[in-house]
């Protein structure tokens, strides 16, 4: 199955394009520069798309970017710290992120030929983000389905969706990801804050996965606090 990944240089779509390259053909990355916070992560698309030796692409999409505010990682509004789960968390949402990447994508896979379009969207999302739940990746799919009728057969590759972080570190481990050359951290500073929604996840996804994190946090304990209060 050719596949062309959508890759931010985070834990997740970095995981996804080793499966890929290790369980199917993988055409490339494809990557969005759409006026987030910081570019530190597109970075680590780049070396991901070196190492696995596939070409990667990073679209522009400023003017669309600069027109979806509100969000904490697009505007100049402070990132809430805390975990997914917390109400505060809602300050992310960047409204339809994937749908915009993704019709790109799919234009893109069927003018190369390939047979799937890759998105690394997974279980903890779903509380937070509505373009990362399953019915979303169902209703996408039928979309395109109609949208390249009788030109293209796309399937959208999303083996993560009903999974957790902490299954993707595991499924990272065993394709041999290169963990501390992915970027999570929203903030975007030398090293990981610790304190923001996406560190707290991917600390607690290696605690959980028990298995090692190389990343350098900040607040190396901060997360701990985070999950008490999401539990308590």
């Not at 798309?49 to 904490?72: T, Y």
């Not at 041999?176 to 999570?184: K, L, M, N, V, Y």
């Amino acid at each position: 199955m050719k596949t062309l990944v959508v890759c931010s240089g985070g834990l997740d779509s970095v995981t996804l394009a080793h499966k890929v390259a290790a369980e199917h053909q993988l055409t490339g990355l494809l990557s969005f520069d759409y006026g987030q916070r910081h570019r530190k992560e597109l970075g680590f698309a780049t070396l991901c798309a070196e190492r696995l030796s596939v070409p990667q692409r990073i679209i522009d999409i400023h003017e669309i970017g600069g027109g979806l505010s509100g969000s904490a990682l697009t505007d100049n509004v402070d990132v809430p710290d805390g975990h997914y789960a917390e109400d505060t968390m809602k300050i992310t949402v960047v409204p339809n992120r994937n749908a915009i990447m993704l019709a790109i994508a799919f234009g893109l896979a069927a003018a190369q030929d390939a047979d799937a379009v890759a998105t690394a969207v997974h279980g903890g999302d779903h509380v937070v983000y509505p373009d990362c739940r399953p019915a979303f990746i169902d209703a996408f799919q039928m979309m395109q389905d109609h949208a390249l009728d009788g030109y293209a057969q796309i399937r959208l590759y999303a083996p993560y969706v009903n999974l957790t972080k902490a299954d993707i570190v595991t499924d990272g481990a065993t394709y041999g990801t290169p963990f501390a050359q992915t970027w999570s951290c929203y903030k975007g500073a030398e090293r990981h804050c610790g304190r923001c929604g996406t560190c707290v996840e991917r600390r607690e996804a290696f605690h959980i996965a028990g298995h090692p994190d190389p990343t350098e946090y900040e607040d190396s304990d901060f997360w701990l606090g985070a999950l008490r209060r999401t539990t308590a």
